[in-house]
């Protein structure tokens, strides 16, 4: 078949036995063959035979060459080209039919396939954190039941709060070290499954001892867990991790929110034993140690009910430690951390300071909110005189609005700053704490300013997470370093309240801590910000001179 040119510059040459090069160009006004699909006229037929549908076109006998253009065809015209002409078989044609059109194309095809794999692994998280919140938050409903389990009154068996408390910091400390060097996943994966392995085993255990060990170890598990949700998180989304922060957390609300109604709705467990003090209950009532045999260290609950409360969320924990797993194996999250060391690290000049304040700014906030959560139906029922049914329902309230605007920060986030989020916290906790000192007997004042406190302190923590990856990335290390000193606002402040409240009945101390703490966030942030931004701005400075100087003539300069 003779080599034939299709005008304007539309060519093809092939050997005499159909195996030559074809080659088409178009030399249109910025129009491609892909596009136009030869429409200006020229059948397949005529190109192939060696004639054209107008003039203007010659033939030549000259060797086929190629005509390189940024146009080319797509696979559909070509392969539409080889079958008419018949120089590629069935075979090949499907061949080509099935080979990706353009790189770029096969790009978008494995962005789209990396975009699937981080929303899964969001959405495990997620998850994880509605399990972890289940996990914290079923010990105090069951808290009566458990010191029943063990034939102890409430005050000898507090220390499980403590050994929880103490897990915690530890996993805490060890998750941060850990998560630098082995595989996120799969250290979430096993730190699930030791506390599905914990849940499972708190309502077999018979003394006190070995209760308060396997809360250690349940604790420490939750520790690795909260701190590595937390990195991934960042590592997963990076700037736009935002609004992802606040769902992390508002799972660990909604799941602290859930495991009161789980234990006593869902299950029927005996009276809740939260927010009472150890003069609430009979200890004679409750020390039935001449009904159980004091030799049993193991052995399975009386209460099957308390059995089914744990069990039920330890299963519900293990299953996300398959996912964790899953996605362990797909070495998803090595390949998210390379992506983020390719994208540069950031680190303030002032990282460790900034750290520090970071960690006393959750010192005092989560010390606040915890404090506020487990005092306020004792000072309802004591200093305003309320009662039991009204007072339970201030505490639910408050950690009502907690989760609720837990939950609508996630839309916040995508439209405010992380910065002026907590600034809005910091505003709401200060008003609503301050018209609570003021109105302390007022039990109207005290509902309002609950809801409103409530409200004010749901968002602070994710958003000071995600506000100082704004200016220093955050590492394993440096994420458990906030995370411990939270934990420790959480053990001392509510202790320290306690013994006070003690020695000083007739004052409402939990008040005065809650606006204390709210003062001190409110003046710290700004010194944060300050020091986080000022090398910034004398970068920004010195390149408005830099740019300002180079503009001017090099007279002007002189």
Not at 211 to 223: E, H, P, Q, R
Not at 228 to 251: E, R, T, Y
């Amino acid at each position: 078949m003779a080599k034939i040119d299709v005008a304007p510059g539309v060519y093809s040459g092939a050997s005499a036995d159909g195996e030559g090069t074809d080659s088409v160009a178009s030399w249109g006004q910025g129009r491609s063959p892909a596009a136009g699909g030869l429409e200006s006229g020229r059948s397949l037929e005529a190109v192939a035979s060696g004639g054209t549908s107008e003039p203007g076109c010659r033939s030549r006998s000259a060797k086929p060459r190629r005509v390189h253009s940024p146009w080319q065809l797509s696979a559909a015209a070509k392969l539409e080209l080889d079958v008419k002409t018949g120089s590629a078989g069935p075979a090949a044609a499907a061949q080509r039919l099935r080979q990706p059109e353009t790189p770029a194309e096969s790009s978008r095809q494995s962005g789209r396939a990396r975009s699937v794999l981080r929303w899964f692994s969001t959405a495990v998280l997620y998850a994880a954190f509605l399990g972890l919140g289940l996990s914290v938050g079923i010990l105090g409903p069951t808290f009566q039941d458990l010191a029943e389990n063990v034939n102890r009154n409430i005050s000898s068996l507090s220390l499980i709060f403590v050994g929880r408390a103490a897990g915690f910091l530890g996993g805490s400390m060890i998750g941060g070290v850990l998560f630098d060097h082995v595989d996120q996943f799969f250290l979430l994966g096993v730190s699930t499954v030791a506390t599905a392995a914990g849940l499972y085993l708190v309502p077999f255990c018979k003394t006190a001892a070995l209760l308060i060990i396997t809360m250690s170890v349940f604790g420490a598990s939750v520790g690795v867990v909260d701190t590595g949700a937390n990195v991934l998180i960042l590592a997963l989304w990076g700037d736009k991790g935002a609004p992802h922060m606040q769902a992390l957390h508002f799972g660990f609300a909604l799941g602290a929110f859930l495991a009161p109604l789980l234990a006593k709705l869902a299950w029927g467990t005996t009276a809740s034993a939260q927010n009472h003090t150890e003069s609430d209950f009979d200890p004679l009532m409750l020390n039935r140690s001449s009904k159980a045999s004091s030799d049993s260290v193991f052995a399975v609950p009386e209460d099957m009910n308390l059995l089914w409360a744990y069990a039920s969320i330890g299963t519900y924990v293990l299953a996300i430690s398959v996912f964790m797993f899953g996605l362990f194996c797909k070495k998803h999250s090595r390949q998210e951390k390379s992506a983020a060391s390719a994208q540069g690290a950031r680190r303030a000049k002032y990282h460790r300071a900034l750290l520090c304040l970071l960690f006393l700014f959750f010192f005092f906030y989560v010390g606040a909110e915890v404090t506020y959560g487990s005092f306020v139906f004792s000072f309802a029922t004591t200093h305003v005189g309320m009662e039991e049914s009204e007072a339970a329902g201030l505490n639910s309230i408050f950690w009502g609005t907690f989760a609720a605007c837990r939950g609508l920060a996630i839309i916040f986030a995508t439209f405010l700053q992380p910065g002026t989020m907590i600034v809005l916290s910091n505003i709401g906790s200060l008003a609503s704490s301050f018209f609570l000192v003021l109105f302390d007997k007022n039990p109207l004042c005290l509902w309002i300013a609950t809801s409103v406190y409530g409200a004010s302190m749901a968002t602070t923590f994710p958003s000071g997470v995600s506000w100082i990856e704004q200016y220093t990335t955050l590492t394993g290390k440096s994420t458990a370093f906030f995370v411990i000193g939270a934990a420790l606002g959480d053990m001392a402040i509510p202790a320290v309240i306690g013994i006070l409240q003690g020695y000083y009945p007739d004052l409402p101390v939990v008040l005065y801590t809650c606006l204390g703490s709210a003062i001190f966030t409110a003046v710290l942030f700004p010194v944060m910000y300050k020091l986080a931004t000022l090398p910034l701005q004398r970068q920004h400075k010195g390149k408005r001179i830099r740019e300002d100087q180079t503009a001017l003539p090099t007279s002007s300069r002189l």
